[in-house]
C-alpha cells in the first residue's frame, strides 16, 4: 500500500485529495481568477471605469504570470504530479488512451494558447490603449482579443479543474 507520505512533493490540504500543496492552491486560485475576472469586465461593460479595468486586469496579469511560472518550476523540475496520478483508475497505462492523460491534454490545449494571448493582449493593451485609459482607435482589436482571452482563460480553469479530479480525486 503506497502511502500519500512516500510520494515526492508536498501534500496538500484539500481532503480527500492526492495532489501537491501547489497543485491545490492553483485549483483554488482558479475559483478567484475567474470571478475577478469577471468583474474586471464588468467594470468596462456596466461602469465604463476604464482606469479600475486595467488596474484588475494588470494585477490579474502580473499574479498569473508569477503564479504559472512557480506551479511550472514545481510540476518539471522539483514534485511531479505522475506519480500521485498514476493512483487514479483514470491514469491506465499514463498514455492518451485513458482519462488522465486525455484531459491534460484537452487542459493544455487552452492553457498554453491562454498564457501567450494574455501576454499579447496586455502587450498590445499598454502600447495601443491612451493613458489614462479610454476608448480609442485601438478599441475593436482589443475588444476581440481580449474577449477571446477571457474565453480561453474560463476554458483553462474549467478544463484544470477537470484534470484535478480525475487525476487526483478519483
Ligand atoms: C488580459 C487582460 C485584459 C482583458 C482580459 C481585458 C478584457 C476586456 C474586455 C472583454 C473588454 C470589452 C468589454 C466588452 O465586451 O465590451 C475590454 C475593454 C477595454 N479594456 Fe481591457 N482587458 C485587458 C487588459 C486591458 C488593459 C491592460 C487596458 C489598458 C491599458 C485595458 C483597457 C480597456 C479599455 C479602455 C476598454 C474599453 C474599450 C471600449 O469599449 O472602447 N484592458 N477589456
Known sequence: MLLLADLPGINGFLPGSRATIMLDVVFVAMFAVVPVMGWGIWLVRARRNYAL???VQLTLGIVLLLAV????????????????????????????????????????????????????????????????????AYSRPHIFWARLAAIE????????????????VA
Not at 518539471?76 to 506519480?83: A, D, F, K, V
Not at 491506465?92 to 488522465?100: F, M, P, R
Not at 478544463?159 to 487526483?168: K, P, Q, S
Open 153 to 168: 482563460m474560463t476554458m483553462t480553469a474549467v478544463t484544470g479543474w477537470v484534470f484535478y479530479c480525475l487525476a487526483f
Open 53 to 55: 479595468h486595467k488596474k
Open 69 to 136: 511560472t512557480a506551479f511550472e518550476i514545481d510540476m518539471q523540475l522539483i514534485s511531479g504530479w505522475r506519480e500521485r496520478a498514476e493512483l487514479s483508475p483514470h491514469y491506465g497505462d499514463g498514455t492518451a488512451a485513458h482519462w488522465v492523460m486525455r484531459s491534460l491534454f484537452i487542459h493544455l490545449f487552452f492553457a498554453i494558447p491562454t498564457a501567450f494571448l494574455w501576454v499579447f493582449v496586455i502587450v498590445q493593451a499598454l502600447r495601443k490603449i491612451p493613458n489614462p485609459p479610454r476608448p480609442s
